[in-house]
């Protein structure tokens, strides 16, 4: 066996293993299902009710295991079978500059992986959504979030990668230094202004109107000294039943988000509990030092990049005989997979670490007991796995599991 075959197989190997992970996970967290809510959280649901957050769980993962199969045949034959030499082949006969075949092979790459995508799309949102009394989104809605998507994806990626062609014709392997410098910004920017620039193109936000919880948030604030000048609320409920909250920003463009699902069903010391945490969030720095880590990780992959970009064994592996930037940029990916997966994990455990802090920050500025409150009925409106497997929270959950909270929250009672 000649050493680009052997390559095609090892990411391969990769593929098919990412694959059979991820199957493996659901279907523990599958088997972790228990006919009893967990210790602490046995008031959470009737025993109807918790037998319909069993029953949803069970749905979403078993769908999620027919999609991803499919995806994952899908992805598996078009490796293996010289797909993407072929559309690389393809682009070449559109046009013969680099960055513009470049970004025709991307483009349609994510266009018809997009399209594939939206027959599963549909099923999620109209039949097991709609089932369980959460989907608020209409088919307009749908198609215009696509549109919307596309658009945007077109004009954010297509720049990025424009930009990363360009460096690489320049400077050659070391493209990553001045990259790293481009992601780097965009990241700032994207973090400092995404509530601003981008979030208004899908949902409207309407500032958090005077009344009595506003005059509670705001005293919340003025008593641990953080300016609240961005309040508001989006209407979450265009799409969802589901209840959420959220900081964005830097500096002066931070924002508190709340979902007017929130807003209209849950109390004023409930809503302010919700924003404790927020704030928590913000006086611990966890989106400043998400942010550091977020470029961290743009770092090393791209340094790593630098060492292989220009092995044209990369696009003999995929079934080409000449070398391409597209080609060596698929392999590098799939090649990256294990690591992507280890960055994800270490991120998650980092995340988790912030949730638990960002809830002692709440419970010790205004009232646990508030929070639990919220944090259940959160829950509770969502119809939550109460009992998920333990690996799995390890590989996927960047939130504790609610019985988890809900223990350290009353530990420090």
Not at 284 to 306: A, E, G, P, R, V
Request: hydrophobic share 50%; glycine share 6%.
């Amino acid at each position: 066996m000649d050493i680009a075959k052997l390559m095609l197989w090892i990411l391969a190997a990769i593929l098919l293993l990412n694959y059979l992970l991820n199957t493996m996970l659901t279907l523990l967290n599958l088997s972790n299902l228990s006919e009893k809510p967990p210790k602490g959280l046995e008031d959470l649901y009737d025993k109807e009710k918790y037998q319909k957050s069993q029953q949803y769980e069970k749905d979403k993962s078993r769908f999620s295991l027919i999609s991803d199969s499919f995806s994952f045949v899908v992805s598996f034959l078009f490796l293996v079978v010289g797909g993407y030499a072929w559309l690389d082949e393809w682009t070449h006969t559109v046009t013969t500059d680099v960055m513009w075949a470049t970004l025709l092979f991307f483009g349609m790459l994510a266009l018809v992986s997009d399209l594939i995508s939206i027959p599963f799309s549909l099923y999620s949102v109209f039949i097991i959504e709609e089932r369980y009394g959460f989907n608020r989104m209409t088919i307009g809605t749908f198609i215009s979030d696509k549109i919307k998507g596309y658009l945007l994806g077109g004009m954010l990626g297509g720049s990025l990668l424009a930009m990363f062609v360009l460096f690489y014709q320049i400077t050659g392997t070391s493209f990553w230094i001045y990259m790293l410098i481009v992601f780097s910004v965009f990241i700032i920017i994207m973090n400092a202004f995404y509530a601003s620039w981008i979030l208004p193109l899908f949902n409207k936000l309407t500032p958090l109107p005077q009344g009595e919880v506003r005059d509670a948030i705001e005293s919340y604030c003025r008593k641990n000294n953080f300016e609240l000048s961005n309040l508001y609320v989006m209407d979450g409920s265009k799409r969802s039943a589901k209840a959420n909250a959220f900081f964005s920003g830097l500096g002066r463009k931070k924002k508190i988000v709340l979902f007017d699902t929130l807003v209209n069903n849950y109390s004023k010391d409930e809503l302010v509990a919700v924003l404790a945490h927020e704030v928590g969030h913000y006086k611990k720095k966890h989106t400043l030092w998400s942010l550091l880590l977020s470029i961290l990780q743009m770092t090393l992959m791209l340094y790593l990049l630098s060492f292989f970009i220009n092995n044209k064994l990369f696009s003999e592996a995929l079934g080409s005989v000449d070398y391409s930037l597209a080609l060596s940029l698929i392999a590098f990916v799939l090649l990256y997979t294990p690591l992507s997966i280890i960055t994800g994990i270490l991120m998650n455990m980092f995340s988790r670490k912030n949730e638990f802090e960002a809830d002692a920050f709440a419970g010790s500025t205004f009232h646990a007991e508030a929070l639990i409150s919220a944090l259940k009925k959160l829950s509770s409106d969502s119809l939550s796995n109460l009992s998920p497997h333990p690996w799995y929270v390890f590989f996927y959950y960047s939130h504790p599991p609610l019985a988890q909270r809900v223990g350290a929250l009353t530990s420090s009672l």
